[in-house]
């Protein structure tokens, strides 16, 4: 057991060492899994670079020291039992040494007897924001009879528009009547049907993430564009 900082004690293995998950700071994206060791925890602290402790070259190194694909530091996390890492990291670039975005990128076999379970690209990105805008792009890509989102696409850009508006005004009603169950369905209408603009304009939702990063922790209102920031 070693200390990390005057508050954190955490609970190294018989190696000195702890397994570091990342994940993308934006979206929850499982990003790699690492090692860290004392130095390694130090050194991410103090620089806001991740680093890790490679246990085939037995040495510190940071993430992107060659390929300037480094993990800028949001925050740190560590588990119940203080013998796990959570590391909120934004990604410059690619995190994995293939060039894909995580290095959870292979899909393992499926022993669910339940064959009805779609996939689309077969990426691990994201949540149901992202599983949601990959079935929109598969019924805009092939399109079913028997899809509300395929018909809708097939309406064109002001039928999508139009169910946009209403969605909206729903929330709106719903948060007059202040109901909460109404509010979260009404709210969860309006965001998938926000995602099927999106996937009209072949725009990910990790855009709209980055563009929020932008905004956070800025405080203040942009005057000339009348738009307020998020703090």
Known sequence: MSEASPTITLEFDEHGLLPCIVQDW??????????????????????????????????????????????????????????????KAQPIGPTCHTGNR???????????ANDEVPTFNGTAWGGITRRLYEMVGDRKTHPSPDSYVSKLMEGGLDRILKKVVEEAGEVLLAGKNKDRAEIIYEMADLWFHSLILLGHFSIPPEDIYQELGKRFGKSGIRQAEGGATHE
């Open 26 to 87: 934006l979206d929850g994206t499982v990003l790699m899994v690492g090692f860290m060791n004392q130095e390694a925890w130090e050194a991410t602290c103090q620089s806001q670079r991740v680093h890790f402790w490679s246990r085939s070259r037995k040495r510190l190194w940071k993430k992107g020291e060659t390929s300037g694909h480094e993990l800028l530091l949001k925050e740190m996390f560590v588990d119940c039992d203080r013998d796990t890492i959570l590391v």
């Open 102 to 112: 995580s290095c959870f990128f292979s899909p393992a076999p499926s022993s669910s």
